[in-house]
């Protein structure tokens, strides 16, 4: 099955400065790649996807890239606030017909420094 | 659109009973949906997937005896643990597949944090 790592486990920066956290998967045949935001006791929010036939996309100050040939995507955050202080996970999903389940990242705890 | 409800959003129990926790998918129909278990501190560990109709599948080293599954209609799941120990102490979170954007995205319930005293 899917093998998803993901990295650094914690991560902190100055308010304003920009974050990056990356991750890695097993499955070349993987075509969807989420990135989601969980705050504590939350429910995982999507914050930003990537289908595999397109190398990069952005939304306002997040953007995520995906390179299929080594088999990793990463998530960029400019302009970092305090509110982006969260745990990201990041997901893979192979096809399977239908019945395509959700491989998670072990997380990263972001912290932004006011 | 595409908003999941569950219930309750916290439960406390004494070891040995029963608990049941449900997910809904109130504005569409979700034939098929996804518990996770999260305990502190780490990521999202699928359990099960549960298919409108059918028996659900659950993933290797869960146990379907303990954690029975019964998706009875198109917007209902139900997750109950059975014999509940301390172990089972967790924030069990489902999520149903649904097209809004052209594909097959989760969306995800709000959580049920459960403590086993």
């Known amino acids: 099955g899917e093998n998803v790592e993901q990295h650094p486990s914690t991560l902190s920066v100055q308010e304003g400065d920009s974050a990056v956290i990356k991750c890695t998967y097993s499955?070349?045949?993987?075509?969807?790649f989420p990135w989601y935001k969980q705050e504590l006791g939350k429910r995982p929010q999507l914050i930003i996807d990537?289908?595999?036939?397109?190398g990069e996309k952005k939304d306002q100050r997040i953007a995520v890239t995906l390179n299929k040939t080594a088999k990793h995507f990463s998530l960029h955050i400019t302009e970092t606030q305090p509110e982006d202080s969260a745990v990201y996970f990041c997901a893979a999903i192979p096809p399977n017909f239908g019945n395509e389940k959700l491989t998670f990242g072990t997380g990263t705890r972001l912290t932004i420094i006011p | 659109g595409a908003v999941v409800s569950q219930h309750p959003s916290w439960v406390i129990c004494k070891s040995g009973t029963s608990v049941k926790i449900e997910c809904r998918s109130l504005d569409f129909q979700a034939t098929t949906m996804f518990w996770y278990r999260q305990f502190p501190k780490q990521s999202l560990m699928l359990m099960a997937t549960?298919?409108?109709?059918?028996?659900?599948?659950?993933e290797q080293g869960v146990e379907k005896d303990k954690f029975l599954i019964n998706h009875a209609s198109l917007t209902l799941s139900t997750l109950t643990v059975t014999s509940a120990h301390p172990e089972d102490s967790s924030f069990y979170i489902c999520?149903?597949?649904?097209?809004?954007?052209?594909?097959?995205?989760?969306?995800f319930g709000p959580g049920t944090r459960l403590t086993v005293l």
């Open positions: 549960s298919n409108e109709g059918s028996k659900a599948t659950y």
């Open positions: 990537i289908r595999s036939n397109v």
């Open positions: 999520s149903a597949r649904h097209v809004l954007r052209g594909y097959n995205e989760q969306f």
């Open positions: 499955d070349s045949a993987s075509n969807y």
